[in-house]
């Protein structure tokens, strides 16, 4: 019998021995686990290494056991959620300067997860586009330049 997604978030964080409650929610189409925890600082760790690592182990595990399970995003104490909205709207914001200077602006290097919402923070704006670097770049900045 299979576990579902936050059966084994559960078990691993048994086994690391941490207390938690995980409640599965939606956020844009996607299965967010949040995990509820007093000890929420070290489950995140330093820069969400921890975190993000967690997140990476779970989708493996999933995807090893079905190649389609769709992927997971894993939260603790809303902090994930919170830092998302947070990084949007500071990118929105010097999106703006694209959009009056006509220049495009390229981002500091990020990781796929933060590429992922700067993309789709500029998927239905008639004005901007942003551009990825190739698979083989070795520094992954965005660039967001004007339509042409």
């Given amino acids: 019998m ?3 997604p936050a ?6 964080l048994g086994y690391l021995g941490f207390v938690c409650e995980i409640d599965e929610q ?11 925890t007093n000890d929420a600082e070290r489950l995140i760790g330093r ?14 595990i999933l995807q090893t056991r079905d190649r389609h399970a769709p992927r997971v995003i894993i939260d603790v104490e809303h902090y994930r959620a919170i830092r998302d909205d947070t990084f949007v709207q500071k ?7 694209v959009r ?6 390229h981002t500091d290097p990020l990781n796929s997860y933060d590429r ?5 923070a500029f998927v239905d704006d008639p004005d901007l586009i942003t551009v990825s670097p190739s698979e083989d770049a070795r ?5 967001i330049c004007r339509r042409q």
């Fill in 139 to 143: 520094l992954k900045r965005v660039t």
């Fill in 100 to 105: 009056k200077s006509g220049r495009p602006l």
């Fill in 47 to 60: 820069r969400e290494e921890i975190l993000d690592d967690l997140q990476f182990l779970v989708n493996r």
């Fill in 2 to 4: 299979s576990q579902t």
């Fill in 7 to 12: 059966e084994v978030l559960d078990t691993i």
């Fill in 26 to 36: 939606y956020r844009d189409e996607h299965l967010v686990l949040q995990v509820r």
């Fill in 116 to 120: 992922r919402l700067l993309h789709n």
């Fill in 91 to 97: 990118v929105k914001h010097l999106a703006e300067t």
